[in-house]
């Protein structure tokens, strides 16, 4: 099985949690799967589920260099400096992280988030896209942060070739067997896609 799912902002990518916080099981009914990589309590979106172990390492492993893409909502006009920083590498604690693909873009026609962000007046707000390939806890918040422009709402929208699409937060769509194939054989560069789904 394998399921794209959109997280709402305040869920935790897990299904239990001693603290009585929200969970995926809120969601998402089916036993047996797993999130491949996490997506932090206080983002959004695109959150891969699945039940193939060997794909869900593939999918979350660094090292396999799957790009995760998002759009960062920054706080400030962020000026082309501080994106060529984004682009080329940011000096964190540990340590230089790899280039990215940053680019400016319009506000997106999102779903409004709940609750709103936290919004000071006379100062404007923009938003970036950025890929990554790195797996570092809470990376694009702390690279906008070190380049000077703190992120203010963070929504993933896509990890290698799945897209968030047209998903609102809190809903699923499954990827049958048939076409998980196909996108593993042709976009992702696996030779042998049925191991991956064993």
């Given at each position: 099985?394998?399921?794209?799912?959109?997280?709402?902002?305040?869920?935790?990518?897990?299904?239990?949690?001693?603290?009585?916080?929200?969970?995926?099981?809120?969601?998402?009914?089916q036993k047996g799967i797993y999130a491949a990589?996490?997506?932090?309590?206080?983002?959004?979106?695109?959150?891969i589920l699945t039940s193939y172990g060997k794909l869900q390492h593939y999918i979350s492993q660094p090292r396999y260099k799957m790009a995760k893409t998002y759009w960062a909502q920054v706080e400030r006009e962020i000026?082309?400096?501080?994106?060529?920083?984004?682009?080329?590498?940011?000096?964190?604690?540990?340590?230089?992280?790899?280039p990215a693909k940053v680019q400016l873009i319009d506000e997106p026609d999102i779903w409004p988030r709940n609750p709103p962000i936290r919004e000071r007046k006379n100062v404007p707000t923009s938003w970036i896209e950025i890929?990554?390939?790195?797996?570092?806890?809470?990376?694009?918040?702390?690279?906008?942060?070190?380049?000077?422009?703190?992120?203010?709402?963070?929504?993933?929208?896509?990890?290698?070739?799945?897209q968030l699409g047209d998903l609102q937060p809190g809903q699923y769509q499954e990827i049958p067997r048939n076409e998980l194939l196909q996108t593993l054989s042709?976009?992702?560069?696996?030779?042998?896609?049925?191991k991956m789904l064993e």
């Open positions: 099985m394998f399921i794209i799912f959109n997280k709402p902002y305040n869920v935790l990518s897990q299904f239990t949690d001693s603290e009585g916080r929200e969970t995926l099981a809120t969601y998402i009914k990589g996490r997506l932090d309590r206080d983002s959004e979106g695109l959150l000026t082309s400096d501080a994106i060529d920083y984004l682009r080329t590498g940011v000096k964190l604690k540990d340590g230089t992280t790899a890929s990554i390939t790195e797996g570092r806890n809470r990376q694009v918040r702390r690279m906008t942060a070190e380049a000077g422009f703190p992120t203010l709402r963070l929504i993933r929208v896509a990890i290698g070739p799945w042709e976009q992702t560069g696996v030779h042998n896609p049925e």
